[in-house]
């Protein structure tokens, strides 16, 4: 029986081209076209867009976007086993696919695509933060892309939306907020994927803000949230110490207490105290 696009299921794919799923390359499909689709519609509307999608493996996400009328998508796989079951939704869809068999962190994409691009992906859970932090960080604000439609672990996900004042509140909730509207889209038990992850998992959807919401230079801006995450229980004071020797009058200048700890400084405040710095060298 042939599913809803007319292609085999997914099962038979995997079957067909012997494509068991390796642990190295975070491997856990999503077999269910109807829950592909799903998460495809929570990428917006796609018909006036090209997609960029990291990890497709046999095609279950592809395949969603394709019906869900994405004009093209551009698809990066770094397991040539997967090439022959792409080559057969790319047969499928002529002129809509493009598959490219290499690691997502070698490739620049930027020759591949048309704008407006989003992004949508059931990202390997070894690279989705470092493709996450990279595609937050271009050269040029704004970004290749418009939106960001993402498979993340829970606890990523939670991190990556999380208000100041929270356990969760660290570099990558500041990062995401500076320059995205971020929120938590859908959320998926273990036993939606084949096999099943022992983690639960969340999509998140962040949008592209026209400018950052405060200025600052993103590489102040990450160095002074690296320095203070990353012992986040001691005084900003103590933790930041190393960054400059009027800390602490810089501190102050950014409406920060000295005794405060990183979790209790918002986005603003980091901002400020970024540009304090940047002034102070
Ligand atoms: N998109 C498929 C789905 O939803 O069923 C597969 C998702 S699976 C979680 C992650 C995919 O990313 C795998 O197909 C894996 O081979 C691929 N992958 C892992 N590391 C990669 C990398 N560095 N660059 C490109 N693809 C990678």
Same mark, same amino acid.
């Given at each position: 029986?042939?599913?809803?696009?007319?292609?085999?299921?997914?099962?038979?794919?995997?079957?067909?081209?012997?494509?068991?799923?390796? %642990?190295?390359?975070?491997?856990?499909?999503?077999?269910?076209?109807?829950?592909?689709?799903?998460?495809? @519609? %929570?990428? +917006?509307?796609?018909?006036?867009?090209?997609?960029?999608?990291?990890?497709?493996?046999? &095609? +279950?996400?592809?395949?969603?976007?394709?019906?869900?009328?994405?004009? @093209? =998508?551009?698809?990066?796989? %770094?397991?040539?086993? !997967?090439?022959?079951?792409?080559?057969?939704?790319?047969?499928?869809?002529?002129?809509?696919?493009?598959?490219?068999?290499?690691?997502?962190?070698?490739?620049?994409?930027?020759?591949?695509?048309? #704008?407006?691009?989003? =992004?949508?992906?059931?990202?390997?859970?070894?690279?989705?933060?470092?493709?996450?932090?990279?595609?937050?960080?271009?050269?040029?604000?704004?970004?290749?892309?418009?939106?960001?439609?993402?498979?993340?672990?829970?606890? =990523?996900?939670?991190?990556? =939306?999380?208000? #100041? &004042?929270?356990?969760?509140?660290?570099?990558?909730?500041?990062?995401?907020?500076?320059?995205?509207?971020?929120?938590?889209?859908?959320?998926? !038990?273990?036993?939606?994927?084949?096999?099943? #992850?022992?983690?639960?998992?969340?999509?998140?959807?962040?949008?592209?803000?026209?400018?950052? @919401?405060?200025?600052?230079?993103?590489?102040?801006?990450?160095?002074?949230?690296?320095?203070?995450?990353?012992?986040? @229980?001691?005084?900003?004071?103590?933790?930041?110490?190393?960054?400059? #020797?009027?800390?602490?009058?810089?501190?102050?200048?950014? +409406?920060? %207490?000295?005794?405060?700890?990183?979790?209790?400084?918002?986005?603003?405040?980091?901002?400020?105290?970024?540009?304090?710095?940047? !002034? !102070?060298?």
């Amino acid at each position: 029986m042939s599913a809803f696009d007319g292609l085999p299921p997914l099962r038979d794919v995997i079957a067909t081209h012997d494509l068991r799923a390796k %642990k190295s390359l975070g491997q856990n499909f999503l077999l269910d076209l109807n829950l592909t689709a799903k998460i495809a @519609r %929570k990428a +917006g509307d796609l018909s006036a867009c090209d997609v960029l999608e990291v990890g497709p493996g046999p &095609g +279950g996400l592809t395949r969603g976007l394709l019906a869900e009328g994405a004009r @093209r =998508v551009l698809a990066i796989e %770094k397991d040539s086993r !997967a090439m022959a079951a792409l080559a057969e939704i790319a047969a499928h869809y002529p002129g809509r696919l493009e598959v490219i068999n290499a690691d997502a962190l070698d490739v620049d994409v930027s020759a591949h695509l048309t #704008p407006p691009i989003r =992004v949508c992906a059931n990202l390997p859970y070894n690279v989705g933060t470092e493709l996450l932090t990279r595609w937050l960080t271009p050269p040029a604000w704004p970004p290749f892309w418009s939106s960001l439609t993402l498979m993340f672990q829970r606890e =990523v996900a939670a991190r990556i =939306v999380a208000p #100041p &004042g929270s356990k969760t509140y660290g570099r990558l909730a500041v990062l995401c907020s500076w320059r995205t509207e971020a929120k938590i889209v859908m959320e998926l !038990a273990p036993e939606a994927f084949t096999p099943a #992850p022992k983690v639960h998992s969340s999509v998140v959807h962040l949008t592209a803000l026209d400018a950052p @919401r405060y200025p600052a230079r993103t590489e102040t801006l990450l160095r002074i949230t690296a320095t203070a995450f990353n012992q986040r @229980r001691k005084m900003v004071r103590s933790s930041m110490k190393s960054l400059h #020797p009027a800390i602490e009058d810089l501190l102050v200048e950014a +409406g920060i %207490k000295p005794t405060a700890r990183a979790e209790e400084i918002t986005l603003e405040q980091f901002c400020t105290l970024s540009r304090g710095l940047d !002034a !102070a060298r």
